[in-house]
Nanobody, 122 residues
Framework: VQLQASGGGLVQAGGSLRLSCAAS????????TGWFRQAPGKEREFVAA????????RYADSVKGRFTISRDNAKNTVYLQMNSLKPEDTAVYYC????????????????WGQGTQVTVSS
């Protein structure tokens, strides 16, 4: 199983980015997929997750209303649309898959992508 996270970059505060998590060796629609982020000197934190089937989603309070997680089953890809970005959103963003739902801790996820850097300038 390989997860490839992409789409990160440098953006000004208030801007937008869309991250992608493409999978091989695993059908994402059969698993929960989550996004986590880790800023320098901080622990990895939960950002958002989407359940198998794509109907249920969950967000961290810090991104609720600004970020949207979605899935394209045909492309076996999960997206994280990030709007109204803030400097505090700066981090390496990781995608991961889980076999159970309501997992907001990283230990609940089994496969991880390599991460993509998001930098938001003020």
């Amino acid at each position: 199983v390989q997860l490839q996270a992409s789409g990160g970059g440098l953006v000004q505060a208030g801007g937008s980015l869309r991250l992608s998590c493409a999978a091989s060796g695993r059908t994402l629609s059969s698993y929960a997929t989550g996004w986590f982020r880790q800023a320098p000197g901080k622990e990895r934190e939960f950002v958002a997750a989407i359940k198998w089937g794509g109907v249920s989603t969950r967000y961290a309070d810090s991104v609720k209303g600004r970020f949207t997680i979605s899935r394209d089953n045909a492309k076996n890809t999960v997206y994280l649309q990030m709007n109204s970005l803030k400097p505090e959103d700066t981090a390496v963003y990781y995608c991961a898959t889980a076999t159970t739902w309501l997992n907001t801790v990283s230990s609940g996820y089994d496969y991880w992508g390599q991460g993509t850097q998001v930098t938001v300038s003020s």
